[in-house]
């Protein structure tokens, strides 16, 4: 090779060396799930923990536990709807099932492992459907105060009667707006930031009213506890009988009966309720 043929050679390859390389195949960037049933704050560090309040309540009821039981990341959960949040993806439809497929779905976008559920009342349905359905995203499973029928809190042909009695009023207005206001009712303080959305509240209240989760039990695979209340101590045994029946098909569910309690057990006995939450998260 003569002299000039060797410094075009030289030059060719030299200007092919510089040439930038043709950009590689970027796989697309899924974007951030984004919850549209509930809004969610996150407060602590440790092990994860979700907190799901009950029918018409907010994020607030569980203020009191998290600070007496510290050393977690709590996901303090709260259901579009209510205590002043707008409805958002509950402004139509069923309420309680989609909320639990939507947790289900946030675990998984957070990569969350295996985090503990704690759901209080309709929390409680939510957290057994999360645990029940999606039984390899739940670490441990308390449910407050609820049972896997929520209707037979209040006995056989007075659940028939109230079911009914939902289907009606969930179909007016005023109707409603009766079941808001008798929930806000029943609420303490610190359960509702201001009043909720009557539509959501009545749509999930009827929800609650059809649903029966105890052939669910048995798919439960997380350690499971249930804290429920006995405000009278004269019933206290009767009750003791009906949670455990309820509960019967639960494999392992360890159930704690807390007196002189109503239903917002966590506002009537907040050291014994922290004493509990301490003990399950340990």
Known sequence: MNRRAFLIQSVAFAVAASAPLPALAQPARRARFEPTRFSVQVAGSGPDVLLIPGLGSGRNVWRRAVAAVPGH???LIQVAGFAGDPARGNADGPVVAPLAAEIARYIESRGLDRPAVIGHSMGGTVGMMLAARHPDLVGRLMVVD????????????????LATGLQSMVGSRQGRQLLSSIVSAFSPPEASDSRSDPDVVARAMHELGTIN???????????????YAAADPGTGEATARAFNAAYANARGARLVRIDDSGH????????RFAREMSDFLR
């Open 73 to 75: 990341r709590y996901h």
């Open 213 to 227: 989760l105890t052939g669910e039990l048995a798919r439960i695979r997380a350690p499971m506890t249930v804290v």
């Open 264 to 271: 917002m057990i966590m506002a009537d006995q907040p050291t």
């Open 146 to 161: 609820m049972m896997p029928q929520p209707t037979s809190l209040y006995g056989g042909a007075m659940a028939s009667q």
